[in-house]
């Protein structure tokens, strides 16, 4: 049985942390659903993580309903958002809607990620209507990058806080059921988190955020071009990977791999017979 966005609404009212994940593919989503993981966000990070883009710019939707569907496929229990790329709701609510209809269809999740506060309010509420669930995602908006002027903190000056908060308050009145607060100083996305009543999920915003998310990469320490600083390595899998490859590398090259363990026997009688041919 999948988490629902009720479920998630009621962890904020008991004060119970939500907890979210990104992943992209079916092993790694498997691993994360198996723990418990309530929300998994099939992230256009993986434009970063998983395909080497400098930015998450270059996603289509094609290749966010390739991974979705993957790790759908992965997941029992979790609640999967799908994160619509760049320029997939911006132009038209017709454009929104017609996207976000996709990520629940071919893509499988429930629910849809959309960037921005009251430039796509009302795009959020029409999708809402629509029958499908909104994350709102304020702050640091990735696909903003180049507006920013690279990966900044927001929100740290007073007209940019009080931009911040009207964001918040404006998904929260288009009915998202929940939203990521990115990089901002914690004391603000601790007054957010009070003034709205939706939960609030932080990535570099402090711990009075209603629940937390990391891209699964960061966590496992897999990625190795940069560590974000919000980010806690809580394995280095990098060095795992790169021992085990270098171990194969060896035994190929010494003769030691495979053995006999690794290799299928035949009747010694069939290879005579195979001799004299």
Same mark, same amino acid.
């Given at each position: ?5 009720? =479920?998630?609404?009621?962890?904020? =009212?008991? $004060?119970?942390?939500? *907890?979210?994940?990104?992943?992209? +593919? ?5 691993? *994360? ?61 017709? +454009? ?19 960037? $921005? ?12 209507? /629509? ?58 996305? $601790? ?11 932080? !990535?570099?915003?402090?711990?009075? /955020?209603?629940? =937390?998310? =990391?891209?699964?990469? +960061? ?35 010494? $003769? +030691? ?6 290799? !299928? ?13």
């Amino acid at each position: 049985m999948r988490t629902t966005i009720n =479920q998630i609404r009621e962890m904020k =009212q008991n $004060g119970e942390k939500i *907890v979210m994940l990104t992943a992209y +593919d079916y092993t790694t989503a498997k691993l *994360v659903d198996r723990v418990g993981v309530p929300l998994i966000l099939v992230g256009d990070s993986l434009g970063m993580v998983v395909l080497g883009y400098e930015n998450t710019i270059p996603v289509t939707m094609e290749v966010m309903l390739h991974h979705t569907r993957a790790v759908v496929r992965g997941t029992e229990q979790a609640l999967v958002v799908g994160d619509m790329p760049f320029m997939t709701y911006h132009v038209t609510v017709e +454009d929104a809607l017609r996207n976000a209809a996709r990520f629940i269809q071919e893509g499988g999740c429930q629910a849809v990620k959309l960037e $921005g506060g009251v430039t796509v309010a009302e795009k959020a509420r029409r999708i809402v209507e /629509c029958g499908i669930p909104v994350m709102g995602h304020i702050g640091l908006t990735p696909q903003s990058i180049n507006q920013f002027g690279g990966h900044r903190a927001q929100g740290k000056t007073p007209e940019a806080a009080v931009r911040i908060l009207e964001d918040a308050k404006a998904l929260e009145q288009a009915g998202v059921f929940s939203i990521v607060l990115e990089t901002v100083p914690a004391p603000l996305a $601790g007054l957010i988190t009070q003034k709205v009543s939706v939960p609030t999920i932080g !990535i570099g915003a402090g711990p009075q /955020c209603d629940g =937390q998310v =990391q891209v699964i990469n +960061d966590l496992l320490g897999s990625f190795t071009d940069f560590v974000p600083r919000h980010a806690k390595q809580y394995a280095r899998l990098a060095d795992i990977i790169t021992g085990a490859v270098t171990e194969y590398y060896n035994e190929v090259r010494a $003769g +030691d791999f495979p053995t006999k363990k690794q290799s !299928i026997a035949m009747d010694e009688s069939i290879l005579a017979g195979l001799a004299t041919k």
